[in-house]
Nanobody, 119 residues
Framework: QLAESGGGLVQPGGSLRLSCAAS????????IGWFRQAPGKEREGISC?????????YYADSVKGRFTISRDKQKNIVYLQMNNLKPEDTAVYYC?????????????WGEGTQVTVSS
């Protein structure tokens, strides 16, 4: 089971840190990715972190340099630090788990957390 938290309303230029807590399986085995889906748009892969060596991948050019994925192995939590947020970052953000990082569909999904960037 995956549970996201940390979403909310933030002004443009602000920051949020999303958390993805895994239970029932560990991020030592599964790679964890972050995705988002804005109203009327397709789901977009944002970033992924590898379970074995912590290699990070960023798939969306729009977030490179602003979003950072990281993990706390002891707590079994993966974070997505989002800085300099823009209105176009407004979406439901999901974390997901899969045996390997890739921008496509993952095996396990959380319920999502809403991020709204607005003044």
């Amino acid at each position: 089971q995956l549970a996201e938290s940390g979403g909310g309303l933030v002004q443009p230029g602000g920051s949020l840190r999303l958390s993805c807590a895994a239970s029932g399986f560990t991020s030592d085995i599964y790679d964890i990715g972050w995705f988002r889906q804005a109203p009327g748009k397709e789901r977009e892969g944002i970033s992924c972190i590898s379970a074995d060596d912590g290699t990070t991948y960023y798939y969306a050019d729009s977030v490179k340099g602003r979003f950072t994925i990281s993990r706390d192995k002891q707590k079994n939590i993966v974070y997505l630090q989002m800085n300099n947020l823009k209105p176009e970052d407004t979406a439901v953000y999901y974390c997901a788990a899969d045996p390997a990082c890739h921008p496509g569909d993952f095996d396990y999904w959380g319920e999502g957390t809403q991020v709204t960037v607005s003044s």
